[in-house]
């Protein structure tokens, strides 16, 4: 079967599959297998993925498998929880059964970080305003995720808001647009940006406290085979009421930070080195400190206008 | 490290086991024996290529460094020196050539 957009496909067919694990999600380079008969997540993945192309068929190979259900028969029943199954051990504690979206999430964040050696990954959310592609690396709660989805409103392609996904051939990065994970604070922000229904119902009371995901948008889909060269990279930190603040990051400095932050720069080895040396070589990273989305956004747009002269 | 060893050991750096990319003042050194990536100053990098150049004794390094770096030889303390090649030792760049009868 060729993949098709998900809305395309009835939903009793794609509940069907997602049961038996006969799903496939095709997104940029990865394939996923999902298998679920969570209702939540049912719900979730039809309307959040419902422009992605996805296929049904057992036949059809994946780069990942993942499951997301009980953790034993119990708790299938008793007290329902959720935990994701990407097929190898990962420490990770069941959530409650209404959870299953972040569950969802959680796995395939897994699966992509632990079990891709084909490109190198950085923890990075990733826009791109034509060819020319800023990356967003910061520890949690710098607020990677709410200037992504900030970026999409200024009219920026999203590229990934988890990983930025780089060739070993060359210097290019490669899209994978999943929903971008919003937390607390920044769900109201990005809701009055981006609109009621761009964003899933929020997951109140997770381990990381309130939790929605803003849709990648139609156009970041069917753009999901155009690379895009990283010339900016931003390392951002949200201080409430904060003036602007911004300071060059020397290079050398800049890609031990993005080197610590990926999950497999070290399997990837020499290639991984040669094309982030090279990535390096490309591109200006600036620290930038904000106190509102609206400094950062114009902060970021003009950043990228002279890394680019 | 035994002090005593410093004089007897040989020790040398294969680049053949290295990527080397300049980056503005620093150096970057992908290792692929470990895997790791390292960031060099110009200092570190100097005793490297020493090391890979031939090999030699903690004690040549000693004796040479200065003129190596072209500083007096009170600019380069003896506990600095050495520390700056045990830390090339623990990143596993240097590796020892034989041990003197």
Redesign the interface.
Known sequence: MTPAPLASIGRREVRRALNKGTLRLHLGPFVTALRSSNRYLHDYFLDIYRDCPVSVGAGIIADYYLRVGAPNVLRRFIRPQVLPDPGFHFPTLPLPVHMAPLALEMGMNLSAALQCFRFTMFHAGVVAKGQDAVMIAAHSGGGKSTLTAAMMEAGYRLLSDEFAILRRDRVALMPYPRPVSLKNASIDVVREMAGEGALSKPLVGTPKGTVAYRRARASDIQAMDEEATPKLLIFPTFKENSSVVVSPV???DA??RL?AGSPN???V??AA??TT?AM??GLKAFEIRYGNTADSVKLVQDLLGEGTV | MAEGMESTWLWFADRSHFCIHDMGEVSYLYCMRSGDTHVFNTVSMAILEYFAEKPHSIADLIEDFPELMGLSREECPRGVVRRMFNELDEAGLVMPLEAAP
Request: a negative charge; zero cysteines; aromatic letters at 12%.
């Open positions: 020397e290079p050398a890609a031990m080197i720069y070290q399997v080895g020499r080195f040669e040396m390096m070589d």
